[in-house]
Structure formats: structure tokens, C-alpha cells
């Protein structure tokens, strides 16, 4: 077998300019014909056997790209990637030399802390990526003479692959045959527009991909038409594979992911600029140098959020879990947030809001005859195809099929054949083809009703071909009762044409009007209730569909969908982008749109600062699933759509949606919590260990007690993903809020600092304590503190009166506290410095800390009741 | 430092701590979202910020029983308060609450 050799050009810039590459090092299947295709391959029009598969699976490897999946070392490099934590390791290194214990005491802290992140995020992402894989790509390979569906990952050079409208050609193939095969090679190529595919061979030399009619290029998709081929290169041998690394798409960050990054940012010049601070003014006032550099290095990594990853990831994870049990996958994990914040979800009718199963209700010429050469003709302009038993394609074109089978028309008679077709878009919102009758040639066009009557300039009825002018007023209001009824509706024409090779868009004029074909698609039962619940969530739903204003508006009626503006693509078309910013605010149904128009709808809706999702599942929703925050997707998908969307739901069910967005609140939420608590407590501990040390001639805590701290109390907050959400929480959207942060820092940090210096009062002035002392019960107060106001500050509730925490947050969180309590007592305690605290000390401790929680509750009423933040 | 000026910077600092955060809540309530409640009366505002007449005498609280070295005042005293800080929430119990009961 000839080798499957890889890229375009070798070792060039493939991303520099897709035109100028050259296929220099690449077997040229093109310049030969099938038969020989088949020969070099060692491969046949029956296709490989599976034994034989199987074989080339384990010689070439899986047909898949390397992908940025999750790797432990990746993970581990999160973890140590601190440059804090790396200049706390070379101080405790250093200060090994000086005092060992300490050393090996700060080192072992760092690691643990090191491990306990990499097992939770290496877990979470083990998780996230199972889920993954069971939204995984088709293709229908031969294998043993038959037809089988299977995962495109297992294609091998050799095997004979068929594709069909809305596929993503799985691997590079060779076309052996094919119908009007259209294919956008846009990722490829840069060009919009399909290119026609052949199967013909070809006698170029070192060609470009556009070259290359009879390949098809992995990653590309399938326009039009179907096609069959042998594999010729799989995996990163593919042209896609060479230079997929540049054309990899990257997605702006999401709104969340900008917050929290900015945040992070805020705390790290913060902490950096402690560090410096508090080691200048320590070393000046004469404590040991070391010491002090390691103090500040402990403060600063007490206040940087090493936990956050962890704590997104791991919130992440566990709502991917919980969707997927209500049947839904996510792609992308980070996709959850913006979920949850979503306040516009825009999408199709069909198969959303109605059944999505079309099919024929009734066929009537203009005087109202069911006239069945309207069947006929249907049926002979048509874009279905059947594959593996199914009729696909279209689907009004397949409910047509299916009809006109039943009624006893097939495409393929003797009678009529097919010569060429115009195909459809979405421009012309129409189609024709050229049909060989008995009696001659004949234009057969079938569309939208507006478009079609627009070239017609006749009309056929029972006494002969009329004009259509005196007729229109006859045809009109029929269209729009069936419109307003719910029912869409296709007009047939038809003309005669000259024998010719090849015929154009230019030819759909001068046509007869034939007829009507109306077809339903009935309302979903369930979508009422789903659209109710969005509305209760703050989430507004907008129709976007490319069918007429009437039906949609007719289905949002019969659901309770109050419709404020109807806005047509002709409208939208006319719109300033202004014009359309508002336009997109005051409407919820877009009509006739096209693909184009569903992207600016998008785009300006963005602009408008909403969280937008869209749901969709066709071809042309491809380009609006990716501009989205949140592309939503069904299982019943084309792979396009499928491939774009962050979100796959295994039913095609808007209640389903409701649920993910609960989800992607509590992950929010969550993760918002952590980042207050953060902020509340970290920071009044921290600050007030820096006040501290400069008036007391010992350090208020060693540098291994802080971090020993910071270590348990990352062990407390790890269950915070499982917490409760209180329930008007969910209620509406949320969004990111870096002013409502500061603001909650300003306010909350100094309560943690006001009771630091309580306690250091205490210890010095009622119980004269000396170092370790005084150590000690700063430790102790300072955790169950931190630790305890997580109760508080978790809900704007009443703390477990109205507002009930999580099970295993209560549980690890008062384990964490009996830990710390009893720490001084043990072995541990002692080496990290501790020492036995009187028993007058834990009477006044819990007073002191049922003070500061009752009056940081208090806060809270000020801080969100009166002051309404 | 001498016991004496140890007491009066620790004085110094969690003085400085409370003045902060009541100045804080004074910028916080001049920036409210919601200004509603801005003609209310004398009783309206000590109501607003009864909290922060709390924490002024928890400062004082805190201040003496240091001073006082003492134990017992200080039990007392934050006993008092507590009880005080119970029914003050309990009489703002919210079950509902704008957008949202975890934060923002």
C-alpha cells in the first residue's frame, strides 16, 4: 500500500497562505482514476474488512487531531506556576541553613497544598473530559460490505466513506463518486463560498487544495448534495491536521473568566507590593531578615487565591455531571457560567418550540384543486437523498419524498429524469431543476411562496394558462391564512427550456405557477411550560427562523410567548447598525432571516451587553453557535453544529435548558462566594498580621503557622462547590461585578481585622502571653474566624434559619475548626510552634467570634438591605 | 515599647480599624444603588445605621475591658451586645431579597 504521507508543503508555513501551498510530498490520488485509487489503497467499492480495519487502525493511529485535552502535567504546572510559591521555596531552602525544622515544616506545607490542588482539579477534569467524549462525530464507512455508521476517530486510509448535507468530512478522502456535492472549505481556504465537487481525474501538479475538485479536505462541510470516497489520510496527516494549530479557532474569554482573571491580577500586584512592604519595614525595625522575608512571603500567599482554579474547576466539573444526568452534555466547560448568566437565548422554531417532525398537510393549485402533479413536480425538484434507508436532507424536501411515496411517485422513473439542478440558498430562498419529460424539457422551481410568485408571470388553471396579475389577489390571502394558521407553505412553478449543458439562476423567470404545498409542524407540548419557566429565570427568549412572520408569530400565540415586534430580514436589511442595536431590544421574532442576519442579531444583542445563547441545529446556524457566549446544540444536530456548540442537549427540549441554567447559576454562585470569602476574611487576617508585626518585637504568627493555616482552610472551602444556592438566587442572571467586589472587600475585610486586634489586646493585656502564646490563640481565633464566617456570608439570609448550607460544607467546615481547636494540644501543634491555651481563653473566643459573626450579619443588613448592593 | 505605649498603640490601631470601616459605611451608604430612603427622617437614619452605633460601643466595650484587664466585663459586655445583635436580625429577617441571597 502507498504510503499516506502528510502536509502540504514541507516544513513550510502552511498558515502564511493557504494559496500558496503545494502538495509537493503528497501521493497524487487526484491524477488517477478510481479504479486505481482503490488499487493503491489495497481497498474496493466494498470497502475494507473490519479485520483489515482494525489492522490500519493500529499502523496509522486514530483519524484525530491533537487536541488541547487535559494533561496532569498541565495541572501540576497550574499548581507551582505561583511565582510566590517559588520564592517561598527558595526562602525556606534558604532558611534551611538557619533553621531547619521551619524549613522542612514550610516546604511540606508547600506540597501538600500542591497535591491537594492537582487531586481535585485532575479528578474534576477526568470528569469533564468523559462527558466530552460521548458527543463524539459520525461517519458512515463501508466496512464487510456494509454500510456503518461509526466513529470518525476509527476511520483508516482505505476505507470507503459516504457523506451527506451538514456533515464535517471526517478525513481527507478521494471522491470516487458523487451528486452535486457541494463543500465550504471556508477553514481551509478563507472562501465563503461551496465549492462543486467531481470525481474526475485530474492532471495538475503540485496543486492547492482549491485545486482539488475531487478531494475533500477534513474539517470542511458538506453544502449540498452527497458524495462517496476512499480515506486517503486520517489524523494529523490530513491537510486540516498540518495546519490545524493555526487555524485553531480560539474563543474570547468569557465575561467570568475576564472578572476573575482581572481580579487575580488585582490581588497579585496587591500581594507583591505587601511583600516588598512588609519584609522593608520589618527588616528596618530590626527583625531577623529571614524571618521577615519569609513572614512577608507567608502573608502574601495567605492572600493570593491559589484555590480559585480549583474551586472553578471543580464547581465546573460537578455541574457538567449534574447536567449530563438531566441530559446534557458540555463541550466547553467554561461555557457553564455564561449559562447561567445568560439573560437572551435565541433560537429556531423548529424542532424548539414545534415537533420539528414535518410533513405534507395538503397540496392545492391556486383555485384550490389537489392537483397531484404539484406532488410530482415536488418530488422531481428535490434535494432529499436517501441514506441507509432514511430519506435525509432538507426536511420539507423529505417530508415531500415521503408523501409522494405514499402516493405512489418515485424520482427515479423512466419517465423523468432529473438533468441538472439549481440549488437552493438562502438569498433566492428557492430551488429548480432541470427535468427531461415525454414532452420536453421542463424548469421546475420550487420556494417561498414570495420569491416563486415574484418570477411568475402565468398562472396554470382548469381552462389553461391565464396570466397571473388578475389572479394574485386570489392567491394572496390564501398564503396568508394558511400563514396565520400555523402552517407554512411552498409555491411550485415551472417553464419550459431549451436543450443545454448547463443551466443558471438566470433561467427562474417567465415561470407558470402551479401550485402550493403546505406542510405542518405543530406546536411542542411541552415548550409552554419551558418558555414560562426561562421567563420566571429572567432569561428573554427571542425567535430567530427563516420562516415567514405569520407562522412564527402564530406558534409563539398558541405557546403564551407575548410578542412585542416582529421584525422581517427585509427590515433588518435596511438597518443602520444602530437601528439594529435597538432593534434587537424592542423585537422577540425574526422572520425570513437569513444566516448572515442571525449573526448580527447576535452581534448586537453582545454589544448591547447581554449574555447571548443560541440554540440551533443546522448548517447555517454554524457561524451563530460559535458568536454566541453560549451555542446550544442537539444531539440530532448536523456534526457542524454539533462540532461548534459548547452545549449538546440529548433531547432537543427547552426544559431541559431551564435546568442547565439552574446549574450554571450555582456554579456562579460558588465561585462568587469563594472569591468574598476571599476577599472578607483572607484580607483583614493578612492586613492585620502586617499591622501587627510592626509594633510587636516578635512576629504575631511564624511563617509556617500561615501557611499551616491557609492550608486547612483551603481544605475547608473545598466542598463549597456542593453548597446550597438559596433559591431566589436563581431567580435571575447574574453578571460579573468587580465594583460590587471591592465594594464588599472595603466594607467586610476591616470586621476580620477589628477582631485580629481584639485578640492580640486579649492576649497581651489579659494574658501577658510571650510568643508562642500569643501565637497560638491569634491562630486559633484568626481560623475559626475565617473558617466560620463562610456560614454568614453565603447567603443574605438569616445563616441556617432561613438559609440552610450544604452537607458536606457544614460537615468539613466544623471539622476544619475542631482541627485547628485542637491543634495546639497535639504533637503537630508543637512543631508547628503551638503551645496549650488557658481554658478563660476558649470562653472568651467563643464569645468574641459569636460577636463578630452576629455582627457581620449585621453588616450584611446594612451593606445589602439599607445600602441595597 | 513600654506596656503603657504597647496599650496605646494597640488602642491606636483597633480605634483607626473601627473608624475605617464606619467611614466605609458612610461612603457605602452615600454610594447606595437604591436612594429611596435618602428624605427619611432622624429615626429612619438611626435605624439605617444602627449598626454602626453597635460597633462604636464594641470599640468602647473592647477599649475598657482591655484597659481593665477584665475578663468578666468583657463576658458581659459581649453577652449584651449579642443578645442585642440577635433580635436586630431576627426583626431584619429576610427570606427575599432583590436579585439575589448569596451575593451580588
Given at each position: 500500500?502507498?504510503?499516506?504521507?502528510?502536509?502540504?508543503?514541507?516544513?513550510?508555513?502552511?498558515?502564511?497562505?493557504?494559496?500558496?501551498?503545494?502538495?509537493?510530498?503528497?501521493?497524487?490520488?487526484?491524477?488517477?482514476?478510481?479504479?486505481?485509487?482503490?488499487?493503491?489503497?489495497?481497498?474496493?467499492?466494498?470497502?475494507?474488512?473490519?479485520?483489515?480495519?482494525?489492522?490500519?487502525?493500529?499502523?496509522?493511529?486514530?483519524?484525530?487531531?491533537?487536541?488541547?485535552?487535559?494533561?496532569?502535567?498541565?495541572?501540576?504546572?497550574?499548581?507551582?506556576?505561583?511565582?510566590?510559591?517559588?520564592?517561598?521555596?527558595?526562602?525556606?531552602?534558604?532558611?534551611?541553613?538557619?533553621?531547619?525544622?521551619?524549613?522542612?515544616?514550610?516546604?511540606?506545607?508547600?506540597?501538600?497544598?500542591?497535591?491537594?490542588?492537582?487531586?481535585?482539579?485532575?479528578?474534576?477534569?477526568?470528569i469533564i473530559?468523559?462527558l466530552r467524549?460521548t458527543v463524539?462525530?459520525?461517519?458512515?464507512?463501508?466496512?464487510?460490505?456494509?454500510?456503518?455508521?461509526?466513529?470518525?476517530?476509527?476511520?483508516?486510509?482505505?476505507?470507503?466513506?459516504?457523506?451527506?448535507?451538514g456533515?464535517?468530512?471526517?478525513?481527507?478522502?478521494?471522491?470516487?463518486?458523487?451528486?452535486?456535492?457541494?463543500?465550504?472549505?471556508?477553514?481551509?481556504?478563507?472562501?465563503?463560498?461551496?465549492?462543486?465537487?467531481?470525481?474526475?481525474?485530474?492532471?495538475?501538479?503540485?496543486?492547492?487544495?482549491?485545486?482539488?475538485?475531487?478531494?475533500?479536505?477534513?474539517?470542511?462541510?458538506?453544502?449540498?448534495?452527497?458524495?462517496?470516497?476512499?480515506?486517503?489520510?486520517?489524523?494529523?496527516?490530513?491537510?486540516?491536521?498540518?495546519?490545524?494549530?493555526?487555524?485553531?479557532?480560539?474563543?474570547?474569554?468569557t465575561e467570568f473568566?475576564?472578572?476573575?482573571?482581572?481580579?487575580?491580577?488585582?490581588?497579585?500586584?496587591?500581594?507583591?507590593?505587601?511583600?516588598?512592604?512588609?519584609?522593608?519595614?520589618?527588616?528596618?525595625?530590626?527583625?531577623?531578615?529571614?524571618?521577615?522575608?519569609?513572614?512577608?512571603?507567608?502573608?502574601?500567599?495567605?492572600?493570593?487565591?491559589?484555590?480559585?482554579?480549583?474551586?472553578?474547576?471543580?464547581s465546573l466539573s460537578q455541574a457538567a455531571r449534574n447536567m449530563a444526568k438531566r441530559r446534557v452534555v458540555v463541550k466547553r466547560q467554561v461555557s457553564i457560567e455564561d449559562f447561567g448568566n445568560m439573560d437572551v437565548l435565541c433560537t429556531d422554531k423548529t424542532g424548539t418550540l414545534t415537533s420539528g417532525k414535518i410533513s405534507v398537510k395538503d397540496?392545492?393549485?391556486?383555485?384550490?384543486?389537489?392537483?397531484?402533479?404539484?406532488?410530482?413536480?415536488?418530488?422531481?425538484?428535490?434535494?432529499?437523498?436517501?441514506?441507509?434507508?432514511?430519506?435525509?436532507?432538507n426536511p420539507m424536501?423529505a417530508a415531500?419524498?415521503e408523501?409522494?411515496?405514499?402516493?405512489?411517485?418515485?424520482?427515479?422513473?423512466?419517465?423523468?429524469?432529473?438533468?441538472?439542478?439549481?440549488?437552493?440558498?438562502?438569498?433566492?430562498?428557492?430551488?429548480?431543476?432541470?427535468?427531461?419529460?415525454?414532452?420536453?424539457?421542463?424548469?421546475?422551481?420550487?420556494?417561498?411562496?414570495?420569491?416563486?410568485?415574484?418570477?411568475?408571470?402565468?398562472?396554470?388553471?382548469?381552462?389553461?394558462?391565464?396570466?397571473?396579475?388578475?389572479?394574485?389577489?386570489?392567491?394572496?390571502?390564501?398564503?396568508t391564512e394558511q400563514a396565520e394558521a400555523g402552517y407554512r407553505t411552498?409555491?411550485?412553478?415551472?417553464?419550459?427550456?431549451?436543450?443545454?449543458?448547463?443551466?443558471?439562476?438566470?433561467?427562474?423567470?417567465?415561470?407558470?405557477?402551479?401550485?402550493?404545498?403546505t406542510f405542518t409542524d405543530p406546536p411542542k407540548e411541552d415548550a409552554r411550560q419551558a418558555l414560562n419557566k426561562l421567563k420566571l429565570m429572567g432569561v428573554d427568549v427571542k425567535i430567530l427562523t427563516g420562516d415567514n412572520e405569520l407562522v412564527a408569530v402564530k406558534v409563539c400565540q398558541e405557546l403564551g410567548l407575548t410578542v412585542y415586534r416582529v421584525i422581517r430580514g427585509?427590515?433588518?436589511?435596511?438597518?443602520?447598525?444602530?437601528?439594529?442595536?435597538?432593534a434587537v431590544e424592542e423585537a422577540n421574532i425574526f422572520a425570513r432571516i437569513?444566516p448572515?442576519q442571525k449573526l448580527?442579531i447576535i452581534?448586537a444583542l453582545k454589544?448591547n451587553k447581554h449574555v447571548v445563547g443560541f440554540m440551533g441545529d443546522g448548517v447555517n446556524d454554524a457561524?451563530a453557535l460559535f458568536e454566541s457566549d453560549v451555542g446550544i446544540s442537539v444531539d440530532s444536530a448536523v456534526d457542524v453544529s454539533k462540532d461548534t456548540a459548547d452545549i449538546v442537549l440529548l433531547d432537543k427540549d427547552l426544559l431541559v435548558l431551564a435546568n442547565g441554567i439552574e446549574e450554571g447559576r450555582k456554579v456562579y454562585g460558588n465561585v462568587t462566594?469563594?472569591?468574598?470569602?476571599?476577599?472578607?476574611?483572607?484580607?483583614?487576617?493578612?492586613?492585620?498580621?502586617?499591622?501587627?508585626?510592626?509594633?510587636?518585637?516578635?512576629?504575631?504568627?511564624?511563617?509556617?503557622?500561615?501557611?499551616?493555616?491557609?492550608?486547612?482552610?483551603?481544605?475547608?472551602?473545598?466542598?463549597?462547590p456542593t453548597d446550597e444556592i438559596d433559591v431566589e438566587y436563581k431567580d435571575l442572571p447574574k453578571r460579573w461585578?468587580?465594583?460590587?467586589?471591592?465594594?464588599?472587600?472595603?466594607?467586610?475585610?476591616?470586621?476580620?481585622?477589628?477582631?485580629?486586634?481584639?485578640?492580640?489586646?486579649?492576649?497581651?493585656?489579659?494574658?501577658?502571653?510571650?510568643?508562642?502564646?500569643?501565637?497560638?490563640?491569634?491562630?486559633?481565633?484568626?481560623?475559626?474566624?475565617?473558617?466560620?464566617?463562610?456560614?454568614?456570608?453565603?447567603t443574605r439570609r438569616?445563616?441556617?434559619?432561613t438559609s440552610k448550607?450544604g452537607k458536606?460544607?457544614?460537615?468539613?467546615?466544623?471539622?476544619?475548626?475542631?482541627?485547628?481547636?485542637?491543634?495546639?494540644?497535639?504533637?503537630?501543634?508543637?512543631?508547628?510552634?503551638?503551645?496549650?491555651?488557658?481554658?478563660?481563653?476558649?470562653?472568651?473566643?467563643?464569645?468574641?467570634?459569636?460577636?463578630?459573626?452576629?455582627?457581620?450579619?449585621?453588616?450584611?443588613?446594612?451593606?445589602?438591605?439599607?445600602?441595597?448592593? | 515599647?513600654?506596656?503603657?505605649?504597647?496599650?496605646?498603640?494597640?488602642?491606636?490601631?483597633?480605634?483607626?480599624?473601627?473608624?475605617?470601616?464606619?467611614?466605609?459605611?458612610?461612603?457605602?451608604?452615600?454610594?447606595?444603588?437604591?436612594?429611596?430612603?435618602?428624605?427619611?427622617?432622624?429615626?429612619?437614619?438611626?435605624?439605617?445605621?444602627?449598626?454602626?452605633?453597635?460597633?462604636?460601643?464594641?470599640?468602647?466595650?473592647?477599649?475598657?475591658?482591655?484597659?481593665?484587664?477584665?475578663?468578666?466585663?468583657?463576658?458581659?459586655?459581649?453577652?449584651?451586645?449579642?443578645?442585642?445583635?440577635?433580635?436586630?436580625?431576627?426583626?431584619?429577617?429576610t427570606t427575599t431579597t432583590g436579585h439575589g441571597a448569596n451575593t451580588h
Amino acid at each position: 500500500m502507498a504510503p499516506v504521507s502528510a502536509g502540504w508543503t514541507a516544513g513550510g508555513d502552511a498558515t502564511s497562505d493557504t494559496n500558496t501551498q503545494t502538495t509537493s510530498n503528497r501521493k497524487d490520488y487526484w491524477s488517477i482514476p478510481p479504479s486505481d485509487v482503490f488499487r493503491e489503497l489495497e481497498t474496493s467499492v466494498n470497502g475494507l474488512s473490519e479485520q483489515e480495519a482494525q489492522a490500519r487502525l493500529k499502523t496509522y493511529g486514530l483519524n484525530e487531531l491533537p487536541t488541547h485535552a487535559f494533561s496532569a502535567m498541565r495541572i501540576l504546572i497550574r499548581q507551582v506556576k505561583n511565582p510566590l510559591l517559588f520564592i517561598l521555596l527558595v526562602a525556606a531552602v534558604v532558611a534551611g541553613f538557619f533553621e531547619l525544622e521551619q524549613s522542612i515544616a514550610i516546604v511540606a506545607i508547600i506540597a501538600l497544598s500542591v497535591v491537594l490542588g492537582f487531586y481535585n482539579e485532575y479528578k474534576a477534569e477526568k470528569i469533564i473530559e468523559h462527558l466530552r467524549q460521548t458527543v463524539s462525530l459520525k461517519a458512515v464507512a463501508i466496512r464487510d460490505r456494509k454500510a456503518t455508521q461509526i466513529d470518525s476517530k476509527l476511520l483508516v486510509p482505505g476505507d470507503l466513506v459516504s457523506v451527506y448535507v451538514g456533515d464535517i468530512i471526517p478525513s481527507d478522502i478521494r471522491l470516487v463518486d458523487c451528486k452535486d456535492l457541494e463543500v465550504n472549505e471556508a477553514v481551509l481556504t478563507g472562501e465563503s463560498f461551496p465549492v462543486e465537487k467531481n470525481f474526475a481525474t485530474l492532471q495538475v501538479q503540485n496543486p492547492t487544495p482549491q485545486q482539488l475538485a475531487n478531494y475533500m479536505f477534513m474539517g470542511t462541510v458538506v453544502s449540498h448534495g452527497t458524495g462517496r470516497g476512499v480515506v486517503v489520510a486520517t489524523g494529523k496527516h490530513t491537510e486540516f491536521g498540518s495546519i490545524s494549530r493555526s487555524l485553531a479557532r480560539t474563543r474570547p474569554e468569557t465575561e467570568f473568566q475576564r472578572g476573575v482573571r482581572k481580579y487575580g491580577n488585582l490581588l497579585i500586584s496587591l500581594t507583591l507590593a505587601l511583600v516588598v512592604g512588609i519584609f522593608t519595614l520589618n527588616a528596618l525595625i530590626g527583625h531577623p531578615i529571614i524571618e521577615s522575608l519569609l513572614f512577608s512571603l507567608a502573608v502574601a500567599v495567605g492572600l493570593v487565591p491559589e484555590l480559585m482554579p480549583a474551586i472553578v474547576t471543580i464547581s465546573l466539573s460537578q455541574a457538567a455531571r449534574n447536567m449530563a444526568k438531566r441530559r446534557v452534555v458540555v463541550k466547553r466547560q467554561v461555557s457553564i457560567e455564561d449559562f447561567g448568566n445568560m439573560d437572551v437565548l435565541c433560537t429556531d422554531k423548529t424542532g424548539t418550540l414545534t415537533s420539528g417532525k414535518i410533513s405534507v398537510k395538503d397540496y392545492w393549485t391556486p383555485l384550490g384543486a389537489a392537483e397531484l402533479r404539484i406532488l410530482q413536480y415536488g418530488l422531481l425538484c428535490n434535494s432529499a437523498v436517501v441514506g441507509l434507508g432514511e430519506v435525509t436532507g432538507n426536511p420539507m424536501d423529505a417530508a415531500i419524498w415521503e408523501f409522494a411515496n405514499e402516493k405512489g411517485f418515485h424520482k427515479d422513473s423512466d419517465s423523468n429524469v432529473v438533468i441538472d439542478e439549481i440549488p437552493f440558498d438562502y438569498q433566492r430562498r428557492m430551488m429548480s431543476a432541470v427535468v427531461q419529460t415525454k414532452v420536453g424539457r421542463l424548469l421546475i422551481t420550487k420556494g417561498a411562496p414570495e420569491s416563486v410568485l415574484a418570477r411568475c408571470e402565468q398562472v396554470e388553471t382548469p381552462n389553461g394558462i391565464e396570466p397571473i396579475d388578475h389572479m394574485r389577489v386570489q392567491i394572496e390571502p390564501k398564503l396568508t391564512e394558511q400563514a396565520e394558521a400555523g402552517y407554512r407553505t411552498i409555491a411550485l412553478a415551472y417553464r419550459s427550456v431549451e436543450n443545454k449543458s448547463s443551466y443558471s439562476v438566470d433561467e427562474e423567470n417567465k415561470l407558470t405557477l402551479l401550485g402550493f404545498i403546505t406542510f405542518t409542524d405543530p406546536p411542542k407540548e411541552d415548550a409552554r411550560q419551558a418558555l414560562n419557566k426561562l421567563k420566571l429565570m429572567g432569561v428573554d427568549v427571542k425567535i430567530l427562523t427563516g420562516d415567514n412572520e405569520l407562522v412564527a408569530v402564530k406558534v409563539c400565540q398558541e405557546l403564551g410567548l407575548t410578542v412585542y415586534r416582529v421584525i422581517r430580514g427585509s427590515e433588518l436589511t435596511q438597518m443602520t447598525s444602530n437601528e439594529i442595536r435597538t432593534a434587537v431590544e424592542e423585537a422577540n421574532i425574526f422572520a425570513r432571516i437569513t444566516p448572515e442576519q442571525k449573526l448580527d442579531i447576535i452581534k448586537a444583542l453582545k454589544v448591547n451587553k447581554h449574555v447571548v445563547g443560541f440554540m440551533g441545529d443546522g448548517v447555517n446556524d454554524a457561524p451563530a453557535l460559535f458568536e454566541s457566549d453560549v451555542g446550544i446544540s442537539v444531539d440530532s444536530a448536523v456534526d457542524v453544529s454539533k462540532d461548534t456548540a459548547d452545549i449538546v442537549l440529548l433531547d432537543k427540549d427547552l426544559l431541559v435548558l431551564a435546568n442547565g441554567i439552574e446549574e450554571g447559576r450555582k456554579v456562579y454562585g460558588n465561585v462568587t462566594k469563594y472569591i468574598l470569602m476571599g476577599t472578607s476574611s483572607n484580607f483583614g487576617n493578612m492586613f492585620s498580621a502586617a499591622g501587627a508585626s510592626l509594633f510587636l518585637p516578635f512576629l504575631p504568627m511564624l511563617p509556617m503557622q500561615i501557611l499551616f493555616m491557609n492550608l486547612l482552610y483551603d481544605v475547608a472551602n473545598m466542598t463549597l462547590p456542593t453548597d446550597e444556592i438559596d433559591v431566589e438566587y436563581k431567580d435571575l442572571p447574574k453578571r460579573w461585578d468587580i465594583d460590587f467586589v471591592r465594594k464588599f472587600t472595603l466594607f467586610f475585610g476591616p470586621f476580620s481585622s477589628l477582631y485580629d486586634f481584639l485578640t492580640y489586646g486579649i492576649m497581651l493585656f489579659i494574658f501577658g502571653a510571650a510568643p508562642a502564646l500569643f501565637q497560638t490563640g491569634w491562630f486559633v481565633e484568626s481560623f475559626w474566624t475565617e473558617v466560620l464566617v463562610i456560614f454568614v456570608i453565603r447567603t443574605r439570609r438569616i445563616p441556617f434559619i432561613t438559609s440552610k448550607p450544604g452537607k458536606w460544607l457544614t460537615i468539613l467546615t466544623l471539622s476544619a475548626v475542631a482541627f485547628g481547636t485542637i491543634l495546639p494540644f497535639t504533637f503537630l501543634g508543637h512543631f508547628l510552634g503551638f503551645v496549650p491555651l488557658p481554658a478563660e481563653f476558649w470562653v472568651l473566643l467563643v464569645l468574641m467570634v459569636a460577636t463578630y459573626l452576629l455582627l457581620v450579619d449585621a453588616g450584611k443588613v446594612f451593606f445589602y438591605k439599607v445600602c441595597k448592593f | 515599647m513600654k506596656y503603657s505605649e504597647l496599650l496605646f498603640v494597640w488602642a491606636v490601631s483597633i480605634t483607626w480599624c473601627t473608624v475605617f470601616l464606619i467611614a466605609v459605611s458612610f461612603y457605602l451608604y452615600h454610594r447606595r444603588k437604591n436612594r429611596s430612603t435618602e428624605s427619611g427622617t432622624i429615626r429612619v437614619r438611626l435605624k439605617e445605621f444602627l449598626f454602626v452605633l453597635v460597633l462604636a460601643c464594641l470599640l468602647g466595650l473592647y477599649i475598657l475591658s482591655i484597659n481593665l484587664t477584665s475578663s468578666l466585663v468583657f463576658a458581659i459586655g459581649n453577652i449584651i451586645v449579642e443578645i442585642f445583635l440577635v433580635g436586630y436580625t431576627m426583626r431584619n429577617k429576610t427570606t427575599t431579597t432583590g436579585h439575589g441571597a448569596n451575593t451580588h
